[in-house]
Structures are given as C-alpha cells and as structure tokens.
C-alpha cells in the first residue's frame, strides 16, 4: 500500500496503529485514481444503434480517439468488419441533434456523411455509391431516419433543407436507391417529421409529425399514407388528441401497427388499428417504455418485449435477469433480441439474447478496474420548493486503498443535465465521468430535477413555465439534502452542467451562496437571445419552458443568468465548443466577460473543432483534467494528475 504523504494529506489520531488491512485516509481530491481522463477515451468506443439484416448485425461506433467519427460495423458469422471507407464520419445534422443516420437492409448500409449531409448506399464489399444531389447551400440537404421498401428501390426518411429564407424546411422523403438522384416529397407542411415506417407489404407509411411551439414529448400526432411505387396518396392522421406525445410508430412482421403514448401519464405500448386510429393497450405500467425524442434512431420496444424503465435503470420485461441498466436500440433478430447494453459499471457492448443465454458481438472495453471502484450508486428522493420533491443518483466517494477519513467529509459535484427535458444516465459515462471524480474522493450527485424524464408525463410537466426556476431550487435542494445528512461537506459543494444544465449551474450560482464553485459548459446565458439564435427543432422550446414570446419578454430577461451575472460571487470555469450551433459560443463569452468585468475569478476554454457536446479524445481529456485542476485551486488541494493549469482571471498561476 502507497503510504507516501502529499500535501493536504489528512491523518487519523490512530494513525500509527494502522496495518495492511486498513485503507489509507488521504484528503479528498488527491487520490491517485486509475481512473485518468486519457483512460475515459483511450480506447473507448460509443455504440448508439443496432440494425438487425437477415442473419446480420450492425451497429454504429463513435470513436474518441478518431475526432469522435462514426463508424458502421457488420457482423457476420462471429466476425465483425468494418464497411464504411477510412475516415467515413457516419453522422446527421437533422435537428442538429442527428440520429438515425443510417440503416441496413437487404445487404447494404444507407448512411449520411458528416461532412456533405448527402445520402450514400454501400454493399459491403463495394464503394459508396451517392444517392442525393448536391445542394446549392453547402450541407444544406439533410436526411435522416430512414427506412427501405421491400423491393429495394427507395429509401424513406425524413428531409431537412437549409439555405432559403426562413427557418429550415423539413419533410418526408422518397429517395431512390439506384443513384439516379431521384427525390420525391411524400409529407409536407408540418413543422417537424420522425420515424417514416413502412408496412410489410410496401402497400402503406406511417410517421409521427408536430407543430411548432410543441416539442416531440408535448403533443405529436401519428399519421398514415397509402404507398406506392415511391409516392404516397391519402394521407390521414390516426391518432392524436393533442395532449399526448406519440413516439416510435412501427409494423409487426404480421403487419400490425404498434406505437407509444403517454395519454395516461406513462409512455406505454399501444396498437393502433390503421383504419380507425382505435388504440388497445399492449405493454407497458407505471414507467416510461421509451425516452424523449432528442435524437432519431431510438427503438426501446418490439412486439412482445419492452424495456422497464425504473429509478436505477433499465430491464426487459421478459424478464431475463440481465447485468443491464441501460438498454437501447432493442431489435428482433429471429428468435433472438439484439441490443445495446450498459451499466454503472460498464460500457456499451452489443447483445444478443436467445431464450435466456447472452452472446455479446460486441463486447465493452475492459476498464480493468478493481470493483470497489464501481459500486452502484444510491437513488435520492430528497424535498424542495413547493412541498414538492425531486430525485438524483448519489454516488459516494469510491477507492479500493483511500477513504475519507473520519473528520472531513468529501466535497461534493452536483451533475445536472441537460435538456433540461431529459435525465440522468444509467450507466458507465466517459463522457461525464462519474467514477473519475468519485475515485479521487468526490461524492456526486446526478439531479433527476422536477421535469425530468423517466418519471410520467405529469413530472415532466413540472417545468412547464419553471424553467431556470424550480431546476436551480432543486439543484440547491439536492446539495443541502446531502450536506444536512452528513455525508458531503457543506463548505465543498461544486456545480457542474452542460447546455441547458450549464444555464441551471449558473442561476444556481447566483441565487444561492451553497457553492464554492461551478462549470458552465456550453451553457445558454441570454434566453431572449436563444429565440433569435437559436437553431429550429428549439426555436420555440422556451415558450413551454420559459413563457409566451414576445410578451413574456420580460421573464426571460429575469431568467437569463447574464442579468445576474454581477450576483454570482463564486469562481467559475467556462467551456465551449468554437463550433457549437446549438448554443453559439457568443453565450459563453458573454458571462465571461460580464463576470471579469466584476472582478470575479473565471475561466475560459473554447475547443476548436467541436461542436454541442465534446466528442474528440484531445477535447474530453483536456476538459475533464481542467475541471479537476480548476476545483483543486478553488479549494486548495493538489491533484495527484500532472495537468496543465487554467488561466483563472483575478487568481495567479501555480
């Protein structure tokens, strides 16, 4: 066991008797940790979708360590190819967002490269073959979602064009498969368009469709086309009340149309009588079977099996006791299900389930970590404004040779998420880096706050009208719920969040005085701005979120962290993306130089090249360690990591 001190090393009155057995007590923040920011990348690979071909499996990898590019991968009689060309970047910008960028049938691949947006097919001993024209806007066609009819001839999805005036136009497509460049437009004249599937027989098309200002987990409505020979012809909406998010329409093999909707607070299972637009209850209780639609591409039911989602996770409802607590991307394969499988103590890895054995195709990179590491995390409920309460995933400091010693108590990192309609994740996150902080001596809470998802429709609700309200009392809430329980220290708590969550980490920073300091990443700071900026699919979020506009314009001027930026009086690391669309880098260095201009500590880094969400290995690495090193300045501890310091206006290097 290391018994080397460093500075700020705590020691026990009873330190002298220690012996082997016992575990060293080291100031939190200065474990050394296996658990490095080169580790959370190195390596690492993002599995988000699986498509199931015949006797075939692919799937999509995202690779840190390659820029963050997206590769397709083909499985085949135990072995796993490659089929997209060096340097492919499988990759959609529909809605900015993506998903759902590519698909496989009848032996080919149909993806979308990053960086034209134009639509290849690709056999996998063969070259891509183009099968979109050119547009005249650089990027400006784009394509997503998509399905191919049963003779093969065309590919159906959903169309986003660019370039006009206006906000972008999007549709559902036709696009023919021989290269011919053909493109015929089967729905138009809605704002928004999702999940364009096609019936057995290629006789009819169903798709989801909705209207600015809702968002897709507001009110969608599910309609239906006749089809044929790449055209439809009476298209008439099956179901939509206008007070239900309807996701993820698909056929049986036997023909029969399911979809989710959460009429009854819950996103549930229905099938839909195609004539009538009749629903029949099929699966699904009390918990949400699919999550909102942020990005295209998401499947969390087929016939006869649903994913449960539950406070620490997700399970199958067939039952099958699966080391699992996140599943994606759920596809029939025969008698077998294929999936994408996560847990708190693992990444992504590709599944195959038959009756009750598992056969991974794809297996998660072997963290090589000591289990004591990776322990579960505890769900919270904890109470907060309004008689109301929230939810959260506390993660306790967690080190096989290190514990906190008895008279201090760790530090503590709030997560909040971003959305702000979504979740905490359910799993082993390189990207956020639960176990990195927690294996220094962290504790770490991940706030499920009020209009988070996986909790109802009425939950999710909570925030209409809230947010940049009740997100920030929730955020304070979870801190001093953990703190007045003894388990962090109430003089250590620090803020952290991302986009929306990054908007949250600032109010929180400027109307309350719990913490000592907080990261902003790529967060919205002027809302009012946002309405103008801001990219389509949330061009009207804020409506729902914030109030009406522009007659609520004075709300969002209240809510904007920049008009509170004089009240934030704890340090603050900022951090952005040079080529962030979604929220543009103006947000960022606008609270920057508000806060310098107010004498307060700040730091800034902005990473070129990315965009919404870091995605290369150089970006995550360097982002992770800044934090680390910008805390230990705050609070006075030394990392154990050789990291390069930060520029911290008003504070000198060293």
Known sequence: MNRSESPGTTRCPDATAWDDARMEHRAAGTWPSPVTAVSLVGGAVGISEVVVDGDDVWWAEQRPEENGRTALIRWRAGAATEVTPPGANVRTSVHEYGGGAWWAALGSAYYVEFADQRLRRIAPDGDPVLLTPEPETPRGLRYADGRVTPDGEWYMCVHERHGGRGEAVNEIVAVATDGSFRVNVLASGADFYASPRISPDGGRLVWVQWMHPNMPWDSTELWIADLADGETSAPRMLVGNGDEALQQPDWTDAGELLVATDRSDWWTVHRVDPTSGDLTHEAGGDSDVVQPHWGFGGSRFIDGVHVVNGPLGDRLSSGVDLPYT???????AGDSLVFVGASFSTEAEVV????GDVEILRPARDLGLDPAFLPD???????????QFAHGLFYAPAHPDFEVSADEHPPLVVFI?????????REYSARLGHRFWTSRGFAVVDVDYRGSTGYGRSYRKLLRGQWCRIDVDDAVAAAVFLADRGHVDAHRLLIRGGSAGGTTTLLALARSDVFAAGTNLFGVTDLI???SDDHKFESQYSVSLVAPWPEGAEVYAERSPINHAHE????????QGADDTVVPPAHSEQIVA????HDLPVGYIEFVGEGHGFRGADAIVRAIEAELWFYGRILGFEPADEIEPVAISGIAAG
């Open 529 to 531: 701005a946002l309405m």
């Open 417 to 425: 998420h971003g959305g702000p309609t979504s979740s905490a994740v």
């Open 326 to 332: 996140s599943i994606s991307s759920l596809r029939s």
């Open 377 to 387: 995390p505890e769900f919270v409920t904890f109470p907060t404004t309004d008689g």
């Open 352 to 355: 195959r389930l038959t009756g």
């Open 568 to 575: 934030i009086s704890s340090p603050l690391l900022v951090l």
């Open 594 to 597: 508000a806060l310098i201009a």
